[in-house]
């Protein structure tokens, strides 16, 4: 076989192929030898029947399968020989095949172009990493102090704001009792709203054994629709009464503050705090910054796309903008089902610019992964899959398989094989950081 390959464009080949008629006719007669082994005919035994009758009975449909499958097998041999990035399946132009000669084949394929990434390490990136203020540090101890608070019961006074209170309660509807608005040692704390609007400024004030009745208008869309839009009568009784007891910020609190660091006294934890937010603004930066070198990277190195592929970019980012406006969670699987035919010209119009320049990125970062032999684990792509199904439930196994199906699957390996490529690019280009105000208006040279 002899094949020829012409340039159309940037991402289409023509392929020219000369099939010899000796290659065809031998698979034409090892078909016949199948066929044989396979047909059943009055008269002859399994394998006996004479090639002539085949012949003679299949010619027409067997010449055509042989002559369809041998055409195809040719056009992939000659677009792996040629070591093409085929796109979709290959359209066939012309096929000229006369009988007692060689075959002919014309056939058009979209391709990948190749991809020379231009040296990257002279690109800069910015990091803005917003400084560490004391009222930052304060903050996390006061979070660490609430989560080592005890509970301390309180007697001889009344309930007050911010206390965790014990109560009974139940209501009716113009005297009708709602068995569903009633509760037995419920808790709550005064001023959290941790239950209709009016209900904490009722309960304030209680003394412990107390009973109170008060009335109080629902909103039309409570969740309970036997009291929702009505005015409901609430009977108390306060059982208990409880506050919040923090810890003195001192060294031994200190020692036992963070479950993963260990600090000797309130200077080394305030220290070590700072540190750990700064190594989180600055994670949350280089995210930021990934951003920015996918586009330079991407504005540096244009490339032809297949229009293919931009169909199919079109394609995802229609349905996944029609699940978001929906207020569904994104599930990638079913964004990957859409089809390009399904696709209006007023949203081909509107994505088609955002398509092309998100291939552009992806297409030269791919090329880089496979320059800096990037690889994703098992382990790293089922990490995510098991974040998907705490969005959307269901079983990760049956999700991966469905995924898988669907082509949800690799475009979830391609982005997380793209994150890890972009995290080790960033540690090769030029870095600058800069320190700002939280709120960005003030820049700390």
């Known amino acids: 076989m002899k094949c020829e390959v012409e340039e159309i464009d940037a991402c289409n080949r023509k392929l020219k192929i000369e099939i010899p008629l000796g290659d065809y006719q031998s698979k034409l007669k090892a078909y016949y030898q199948k066929l044989g082994r396979e047909v059943k005919i009055p008269g002859f035994r399994p394998g006996k029947v004479p090639a002539s009758m085949l012949e003679k009975r299949f ?33 066939v132009v012309e096929i000229q095949a006369e009988e ?36 930052d540090v304060d903050r996390m101890i006061e979070a660490y102090r ?79 629709a036997a009291i929702a839009g009505n005015d409901v009568e609430f009977k108390v009784l306060l059982k208990g009464i409880q506050i919040k007891e923090l810890p003195e910020v001192n060294d031994e609190f200190a020692q036992t503050a963070d479950r993963k660091n260990v600090y000797n006294n309130v200077e080394e934890m305030r220290e070590g705090i700072r540190n750990s937010l700064m190594d989180f603004e600055r ?37 996944k903008e029609k699940q978001a406006d929906s207020g569904q969670p994104v599930d990638p699987g079913a964004a990957d089902a859409k089809t390009a035919e399904t696709v209006t010209p007023e949203e081909e119009k509107k994505h088609r610019e955002g398509a092309l320049k998100i291939l552009q990125q992806e297409l030269v970062i791919g090329q880089l992964s496979d320059d800096m032999e990037i690889e994703v684990s098992d382990e790293e792509l089922n990490r995510e899959l098991a974040n998907f199904v705490q969005i959307l439930g269901g079983d990760l196994k049956k999700l991966k398989k469905e995924w898988a199906r669907s082509g949800a699957l690799l475009r979830l390996h391609s982005r997380i094989r793209r994150e890890k490529t972009l995290d080790q690019l960033i540690d090769r280009v030029k870095v600058t950081e800069e320190m700002v105000d939280r709120d960005k208006s003030k820049v700390n040279n």
């Not at 990136?125 to 009222?135: A, W, Y």
């Not at 304030?204 to 629902?218: I, K, P, V």
């Not at 930021?288 to 796309?305: Q, Y």
């Not at 169909?311 to 229609?318: D, N, P, S, W």
């Open 146 to 224: 609430q989560q080592k608070a005890k509970t301390v019961q309180v007697t001889g006074r009344a309930s007050q704001k911010d206390d965790l209170i014990k109560i009974d309660f139940d209501c009716s509807v113009d005297g009708k009792t709602i068995e569903s608005g009633a509760a037995k040692d419920y808790i709550i704390q005064i001023g959290a709203k941790n239950l209709v609007e009016g209900f904490d400024e009722e309960v304030t004030g209680m003394q412990l054994e107390e009973e109170r009745t008060f009335q109080l208008a629902m909103p039309r869309d409570h969740p309970n």
């Open 100 to 135: 007692g000669t060689d075959i002919s084949v014309i056939a058009n394929v979209e391709v990948l172009p190749p991809i020379d990434v231009k040296d990257y390490q002279d690109l800069e990136v910015h990091l803005k990493v917003p400084k560490i203020t004391d009222e």
């Open 283 to 319: 994670s949350q930066a280089k995210k930021t910054a990934r951003k920015d070198l996918e586009e330079k990277l991407g504005a540096a190195n244009p490339i032809n796309v297949p229009e293919k592929l931009i169909q199919e970019q079109i394609a995802f980012m229609v349905n």
């Open 59 to 91: 010619g027409p449909e067997v010449k055509q399968e042989v002559l369809t499958q041998i055409v195809s097998d040719s056009i992939n041999q000659g677009i792996q020989d040629n070591k093409l990035r085929a796109m979709g399946e290959p359209s």
